[in-house]
């Protein structure tokens, strides 16, 4: 892996992209995205998450974020890919969905690869990571990807997607807490 996206501090604040194998757009159904709502949510409680602006995609998450447990970073994003990919597959198989064959035929594929037993790989092995340097780079990166919704023509305003920080940002009723005045956000001098 590359130095650019390499977690150097585990409890840094960051601009990380989960983004599904091949792009497919899982992310589709109520189901799916309240099942990352919620895994988030539970590492909030449980696992010293602090999410400054997030923006769930159809085939992606934004997050910037901070994990201040022992788990750090890494550990966070290990431990939600983990528990996340077993709950997608989980719903996929549970619903009607019509592609659900391709799909889960596309995560068979994904971990042909592999030397360990893995029946499907859900996300990519890398995660766009880049540590929050600066208070204009926060303010940079939340504006993408609060945008990103308007940029897919899935809303005309970013605060009318419920998937997303931007209606805690222009308070409005939202799904998942964030800290929308972040004191202490820039890591790097």
């Not at 619903?95 to 996300?123: G, M, P, S």
Request: glycine content about 2%.
């Amino acid at each position: 892996m590359s130095d650019r996206y390499k977690i150097f501090d585990q409890n840094a604040v960051y601009f990380t992209t989960l983004t599904i194998v091949n792009w497919i757009e899982v992310f589709t159904s109520k189901e799916q995205k309240h099942m990352i709502v919620d895994a988030l949510k539970y590492c909030q409680k449980e696992k010293g998450l602090e999410i400054y602006g997030w923006c769930l995609m159809p085939s992606h998450l934004h997050l910037i974020c901070s994990v201040s447990s022992e788990i750090g970073m890494s550990g966070f994003l290990r431990d939600f890919k983990k528990f996340t990919s077993k709950e997608i597959v989980k719903l996929i198989n549970e619903t009607t969905e019509n592609r659900k064959e391709w799909i889960l035929e596309q995560f068979k594929r994904a971990c042909k690869h592999l030397k360990r037993d893995q029946k499907y790989k859900v996300w990519q092995d890398s995660n766009q990571t880049k540590i929050i340097f600066s208070t204009n780079f926060f303010y940079q990166k939340l504006k993408y990807i609060h945008d990103n919704p308007v940029e897919d023509m899935l809303v005309t305003n970013p605060e009318d997607y419920m998937f997303s920080s931007a209606r805690n940002y222009a308070d409005l009723d939202y799904l998942l807490e964030v800290i929308v005045e972040p004191q202490q956000l820039v890591t790097v001098k």
